[in-house]
Every structure is written in C-alpha cells, then in structure tokens.
C-alpha cells in the first residue's frame, strides 16, 4: 500500500511533553461502532465485560542512552560519542545507533562512565554492533549508573531527566530490555487494576523488548518495502491457558497496547490461530488486509502520522475509522504519543 495513504496533519502542541497524573486521568476515545466517544481512562472497567481478559507487556525500559568518548589514536582527535543500545545480541554485544557514526571504525574503543566498549562491526542501515567489557548484572548496574532513558526525540527533543526515570516505566514492568516503554501500559494504577478486576476483569501478561526499530520512520514509499526491525518476545505458559479459558467461557482478549498485540497476533499466525507458550523474535509488519487471530480489543495510544504503528491500527479497525477518530482526537485536543491520550479500539 501507498504510505501517503497513512498521513495526517497533527499540531506540534499536540504532542504530549508530559503524562498526566494521576495515569489513569488521561482521555480515553472510545472507537465504537456506534460513533465517537470521549470517556477517560478511568471509564474502562464500565467499556468492557465481565470475562475479558486484558494482556499486558511487562518488558522494562533500560536506560539505553550512553554518552561516552573514543580515544583519540594514530592522529585521530577524541570523539564525543552518543550510542542508543536498540538490542540485546547476548554475550555482551548490542546492536546500536551511534553519533556521529561516520568517525566510528570496527575496532575503535569507546569509553562511557564506569564501563567500555569495542565497535565490532558497521551496518548498511547505519547501526553498529557495540561489545562491552562488562555484562550480566554488573552491565545493567553500569546503565542504570551513567544511561539515561531513551525517550523519543518528539518528547522534550529526546533530553530526559529524573523525573522520566519513573514517567517512562509501567506499573508491570519486571523484565529489563525494552529501550521504548509499552506506553499503553503507563495509563494503569493499583487503583484502575483493582476496579477491573471488581469487574470481573482479569489480567495476564507477555514480554516484547520492544526495541527503536518500531518507532523509526518509514522511509519508502509503498509498505512493502520496508522492513521491520526483529524484536524478542515470550509469551508465558499461564498466559497461553489464560486466553484459552477466556476463549471457551466467551470472553474477549483486549491487548494492552500494540506491542503485546504484535507478540500474540505472530504466536496464532504461527499456530493456525492459537495462542500456546512461545519464545522467539518477531519482524511481524501488520498492514490494512492482515487476518487477526488472537486480539478482540485494542487499547492504544496515538500514533505518528506514516509510521508503522498507524498502518497497525489501521489494519485493526479499519483506515477510514482512524483516520476519522484521529481528525476527532486533533479536534477535541487530545494529547499525542508517548505521554498522550489514548484510544480503545475493537476489531
């Protein structure tokens, strides 16, 4: 499909700074059948159903952005370095965007505080593969000492500061990976999960790290030509026998977000439909005309105008809708993106 067909215009003050608090104070549009409705996120228990069940992604944020220095060698002056970790190779080794990534050579050291790193190779795509001299805990502990979280460059220009530290992370987040929050989630409360689950509601959860590849723009023009970056996911054992049990008694899968969506729609592609215990990567692209399996409701912030997300929702409820709820979401000024408002949708 043509990528202009996923474009709209959306004022910069829309573009939310900040999140809300409380979380669960934020808008809520309700994308019905029956029309547009503006509710808040508080509203959720009375807009679904007694045996619904709501899947989470418990990925958590690292602070994936480095700021460190390449030594200066045979003539070469010293470089100020900023890397962005985008994923997890194992061993030590993370595949990175860098600047400036033309004065970075395979080999070249780099210092950042408390730890190193080697450039062990440059992709055509403009990535490089970092080795680090420390792994395991002692790596983690050496991110959360000098990292800073990598918010999006449409967010403050990316600058985060302590507050973001605790904005910038769901309630659920338990498995450390992700270098961009399942922002979906980060509207939850201990007050809003005790309400659903009054309801009748229940909850489980999957991990998708999700990594920079699913935010960057598409840069083709028809989306077959674009290529998604492969992200790691499992889905759990408990969480397969949730879905089931929700299945057989009638209930609806309501996917908290497009990354927990992304995990189990390629998990039910796989499985003719069903959803079982699953580990793997996924490159999973889902455009207009995809065959969903495994979600019945969508609960999602809002999206970038061309951007892989927005085909996603696209594909979802159906071009035409979002684009009409997104012109009603700019009308009534809903907030956008990351700390922004956000949308439920049924398939």
Partial sequence: MRVDLFDFDLPDELIAQRPVHPRDAARLLDVAAGGLHDRTVRDLP????????LVFNDTKVIPARLRGVRAGTAGRQDVAVEALLIRDLGGGRWLSFSRPTKRLRPGDGIAFTGFGATVEAKNEDGSIVLAFDTTGPGFLAA????????????????????????????????????????????????????????AGIATASVTLHVGAGTFQPVRVDNTDAHTMHAEWGEVPAATARAIAETRTRGGRVVSIGTTALRLLET????????????????????????????????????????????MLVAAFAGLERMKAAYAHAVRERYRFYSYGDCCLLRR
């Fill in 143 to 198: 991110l959360e000492h000098s990292g800073a979280v990598p918010l999006p460059p449409y967010i403050r220009g990316g600058v985060a500061d302590a507050q973001d530290r605790a904005d910038y992370q769901t309630m659920f987040a338990r498995y450390d990976g992700s270098v961009a929050a399942p922002t979906a989630g980060l509207h939850f409360t201990p007050e809003l999960l005790a309400s659903l689950t009054d």
């Fill in 267 to 310: 998990v039910a592609r796989d499985r003719d439909g069903v959803v079982g215990a699953w580990t793997g990567e996924t490159d999973i692209f889902i455009t207009p005309g995809f065959r969903f399996r495994a979600v019945d409701l969508l609960l999602t912030n809002f999206h970038l105008p061309r951007s892989t997300l927005f």
């Fill in 46 to 53: 009375a807009l679904l159903s007694r045996g619904d069940l």
